[in-house]
């Protein structure tokens, strides 16, 4: 079946720090791929999505491309704010419309 | 242009009472879809519903648990008797409809059951 491995956290990162969280995934087929950001207390914000291998995402400064060859699709933000501290999750959606989420990676920006 | 509505935002149940979580989705949306999280662990996904239909209920238990998007009004989650194992944040998703069309996210309804 299909299934989405993300790198444990937390991430604690100072202010302007380079951020990557690795996301890794198994599915059949042609998926498409997706990072959302929860802030606490709060339910789930779609942050970007690619939808064919080599799309890359890009929103608020994060970007993530859709790598077929390694399975992976790594968000990534050159310089990271104490407002980016957040939940984030990885997820495909491999057919039938039913998202399939990573654990969430816990991310820390401290000044 | 609201978007996806939760009712409860919390929930506080004794085990063996029912539990009904409310979801209305966001304007011109037909496509819902119902996950669940519990502590320390990301969505899963319970059910996928149009309306007057269940298009996919993979993810529901197969006791105590439904789930309905009637013609008119909100979708409804269900939980009868529940028990110390529901406890969880249950989100609510809509779409327009249409394979990977973005889904968008209600704030859940946590719920507790002592």
């Known amino acids: 079946g299909n299934s989405v491995t993300q790198m444990e956290g937390p991430v604690t990162l100072s202010e302007e720090a380079f951020l990557t969280i690795n996301c890794t995934y198994t599915?059949?087929?042609?998926?498409?791929l997706f990072w959302y950001v929860q802030y606490p207390g709060e339910g789930l914000q779609l942050l970007l999505k690619?939808?064919?291998?080599?799309d890359k995402g890009s929103n608020k400064g994060f970007e993530a491309t859709y790598r077929k060859e390694t399975t992976s699709f790594h968000l990534e933000k050159g310089s990271v704010q104490v407002s980016d501290s957040a939940v984030y999750f990885c997820a495909l959606e491999g057919g039938g419309n039913k998202l399939t989420f990573g654990t969430g990676t816990q991310l820390k920006v401290e000044l | 242009n609201a978007g996806v509505m939760q009712n409860p935002r919390h929930l506080v149940r004794r085990r063996g009472q029912e539990a009904r979580l409310r979801c209305s989705p966001m304007?011109?949306?037909?496509?819902v879809y119902w996950y669940r999280q519990l502590p320390e662990e990301g969505l899963k996904f319970m059910v996928y519903l149009q309306k007057e239909n269940i298009i996919d209920e993979s993810g529901m238990p197969k006791e105590r648990f439904s789930a309905e998007f009637p013609k008119e009004g909100p979708s409804i989650l269900r939980i009868q008797q529940v028990v110390r194992g529901d406890s969880a944040a249950y989100f609510c998703?809509?779409?327009?409809?249409?394979?990977?069309?973005?889904?968008?996210f209600g704030p859940g309804t946590r719920l507790t059951v002592l």
């Open positions: 998703a809509s779409s327009p409809g249409g394979r990977a069309d973005t889904q968008y």
């Open positions: 599915a059949t087929g042609y998926p498409s």
């Open positions: 690619a939808t064919k291998a080599d």
């Open positions: 304007k011109g949306h037909s496509h």
